[in-house]
């Protein structure tokens, strides 16, 4: 199977109260770990490409035709969407040419009226192609005396707004947010997305900032329709883990040890085992 529209996978999901994850990639080696879990545990899985890791891959081009290649070559059977991660009208378009499968718009950051505008000219140019589309909404900042204690919260009214444009899931704020999360953070806002989830009806909603949010208020959210998880500074961090520890422990002056294939070998396999953790708390396993 070449690459696949979120859409089916998403709505099923939805439906059986489970997530799949998105897991960002990086590399070959991060692509390779991430394609073979998903196939070892029989599970659907997207791969997250941000605008910049597109960039550091050389283009939108190098990394469809990789990830195309990679599933043929590995005999991937499981559906795999290939998804850009939070594009700009511009990133979209090129990566839509590219041969992506899978698209983010985030006009989060416009005014409601220009997001509205822009987003339903990516639903007119994804829907044509059988893409998925992926938008996110405007949002609340939580600031308190500079510290960050609760990540953004997403006006219920303006997500239905967005949800209504025909997009094919919705990404919206409930205190979620990138990165390693503040020592107070305040916790994910549920009582926002259950109001969120109430007044957009079927279509399921993602959580960003997947990584360090614990297993019981992931498990409370996917009750909540979120049917998408992103994952990215969880594998970046274990990955660094493990070839630390490979140079510290001085393997790479060990025989051939600086082979690039043994070296990053350790982080490689630090990435499948986060995935595979991953995808048993999603309840995507078996799902494929
Ligand atoms: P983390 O890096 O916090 O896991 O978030 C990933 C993400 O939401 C990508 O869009």
């Known amino acids: 199977m ?28 991060w692509t390779k770990a991430i394609l073979l879990t998903a196939q070892e545990n029989n599970s659907p899985v997207i791969l997250g490409v941000s605008e910049g890791a597109a960039k550091y891959m050389t283009g939108y081009k190098v990394v ?18 290939l998804h850009l991660d939070h594009g700009s009208y511009e990133g979209a378009k090129k990566a839509i040419e590219a041969g992506f499968s899978s698209i983010m718009f985030d006009g989060s950051h416009y005014e409601i009226s220009e997001n509205i505008k822009l987003t339903k000219d990516m639903v007119q140019r994804t829907k044509k192609l059988g893409i998925s589309l992926e938008a996110e909404v405007g949002a609340i900042g939580g600031e308190e005396d500079g510290v960050i204690g609760s990540g953004e919260v997403a006006d219920p009214k303006e997500c239905k707004m967005i949800a209504d444009l025909g997009v094919d899931f919705l990404a919206a704020g409930i205190g979620n947010i990138h990165g390693k999360y503040p020592e107070n953070w305040a916790g994910l806002n549920f009582e926002v997305l259950n109001e969120i989830n109430n007044i957009t ?31 990215n500074t969880e594998c970046q961090l274990v990955f660094a883990e493990a070839t630390r520890k490979y140079v510290e422990e001085g393997k790479d002056l060990i025989g051939k040890g600086f082979d690039p294939r043994k070296l990053l070998a350790p982080g490689t396999q630090a990435i499948k085992d986060v995935v595979k953790v991953k995808m048993e708390l999603f309840g995507s396993i078996n799902r494929a």
């Open 64 to 81: 469809a035709d990789m990830v195309k290649a990679m599933i043929e070559s590995l005999n991937i059977t499981v559906p795999v969407a």
């Open 2 to 29: 070449g690459l696949v529209s979120a859409k089916p996978m998403l709505d099923k999901a939805f439906k059986e109260g489970y997530a799949v994850g998105q897991f960002n990639i990086n590399n070959l080696e």
């Open 201 to 231: 009806g079927d279509i399921p909603l993602v959580l960003h900032g997947g990584t360090g949010i614990p297993a019981d208020m992931i498990k409370k959210a996917i009750s909540m329709g979120v049917s998408k998880i992103n994952v």
